[in-house]
């Protein structure tokens, strides 16, 4: 038997490349990849429950309208940015590992408030702990937003490095979740339902992959064509989604040559001078775009609408998530909400926790002791 985790997916990675790829290895490699998913986690559970530190963050409190870490090797200028985007000031310095622990800035911008957070550089095998790998990596894990730093200079190469680490420790930076929804039955076997036609594996593969989960009985509804990868990413159900920016840093050194060359590799990268202040102004409209918020004004009973101030919350947040952001106690005393703007059905619809809120809405909840 294989003596360790790691010899065990080497293993099994060597089974996968010596299978050649048509209709017929498609099963088995399936549930290749789902024994291989579960041999990184179970790494993963190792590394992070190891350790001679308590627990394995830096303890940031999340605060603001969003949370945006910043990510990159050492010297990219993460801390010059953050100290010319927020009041914050981080520590620069023309050596590596200047920055040693999380630093958490807000930037404030249109109307928001964001979270930035400055962090120690990162390096390859981060996600096994290196240089204090794992902090860094699990104040990303519960970020809304990661800002990757890169210099002009092997910027493809780190980029990937960067991107690389991120995946290992179960962050599916700019990825969508799919949307499988499994609902287990006592019987039955696997009634499969899909909206879509299933491109990358058939049904077989499918359920052969839900089986190495131990789903054997259950409703499962597809809305998308997953990847086999992905269907692992849910079945797995610790994976992340944070947005992603890849940020050029350091442009006052190049020539427009260089830049030109470096917006083909990156052509939806922001390119700026952390130092001189070049498009930072335009890095902070992206930040602010990226986060998806929504403007959502809060009108109390009998009351006029309050335009002055109002509460910005993400993109599809729900009635449940405003209440949240306004009172920790105010989920638990809701009796309903009314709504009037673009998500309500008519004007003032009566509606739940789960109503999902768009931009503009003007919200009114109503509570079992109190009003708002
Ligand atoms: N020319 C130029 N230099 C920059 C720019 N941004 C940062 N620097 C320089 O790059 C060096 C590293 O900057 P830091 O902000 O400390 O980099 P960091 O990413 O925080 O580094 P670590 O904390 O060590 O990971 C410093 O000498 C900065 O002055 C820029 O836009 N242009
Ligand atoms: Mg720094």
Redesign the pocket.
Known sequence: MSSTVDDQIREIEEQISQTSKNKSTEHHIGTLKAKIAKLRRRKLEIQFSSSSSKGYGFDIRKTGDGTVV?I??????????I?SITSKQ??????????TSAIPGIMFHRGTQIQIV?L??IIEDASIGKGRGKEILAVARGSDMILV?LEPEKAEQYYEKVINELKKVAIRPGMVEPIIKIKKENRGGIALSTLRRLTHMTEKTFKGILREYKVINASVTVRSDPTMDQLIDVLEGNRVYPKILVVI?????IKKKQKEALLEQFPDAVF?????GENTNLLKDRIVEKLELIKIFLKKQGEKTDYEEPLIVKYSSTIKDICDKIHRKFASEFRYAVVYGSSAKHDNQRVGLDHIVRDGDVVTIIMNKYQF
């Open positions: 910043l990159g090797f050492p010297s990219t200028g993460k801390s010059t940015l100290s981080s520590k620069v310095g023309a050596y590596d590992f200047t920055t400055d120690p550089g730093l840093n350091k442009i006052d050194l700026i001078s952390a130092l001189t």
